[in-house]
């Protein structure tokens, strides 16, 4: 069974910092292509960033490029996104997804995606 679990969301003001985490079991972490979402309040789900397979590319949403950074631990199957230089419009619950080959860019479109964590939420408040 393919299992993913966010975590680490939180309340923070403009201008702070929070770094989530997304746990991977069931399957070789290693070999899929890995991607962060959000959904803000009334809001559509967006792509925020990802890491594409197997080309392996780090892509980010113009929204955050500067802010967020992408990174994975194989080894332990984790996937993080460090966010810094939070703004309220950031607010909104994360998700984690888990697709078998994306490549480039693809990989920020959530309907490329299979499967999916819970969210972990986060606050950013002005």
């Known amino acids: 069974e393919v299992l993913l679990e966010e975590s680490g969301g939180g309340s923070v003001p403009a201008g702070g910092s929070l770094r989530i985490s997304c746990i991977f079991s069931?399957?070789?972490?290693?070999?899929?292509?890995i991607g962060w979402f959000r959904q803000g309040p009334g809001k559509e789900r967006e792509g925020v960033s990802c890491i594409s397979y197997p080309d392996r590319g780090k892509y980010y949403a113009d929204s955050v490029k500067g802010r967020f950074t992408i990174s994975s631990d194989y080894a332990m199957n984790t996937l993080y996104l460090q966010m810094d230089n939070l703004k309220p419009e950031d607010t909104g619950t994360y998700y984690c997804?888990?697709?078998?080959?994306?490549?480039?860019?693809?990989?920020?479109?959530?309907?490329?995606?299979?499967?999916w964590g819970r969210g972990t939420r986060v606050t950013v408040s002005a």
């Open positions: 997804a888990l697709e078998r080959q994306l490549w480039g860019q693809h990989c920020l479109r959530q309907y490329s995606f299979s499967n």
């Open positions: 069931g399957f070789i972490f290693e070999d899929y292509a």
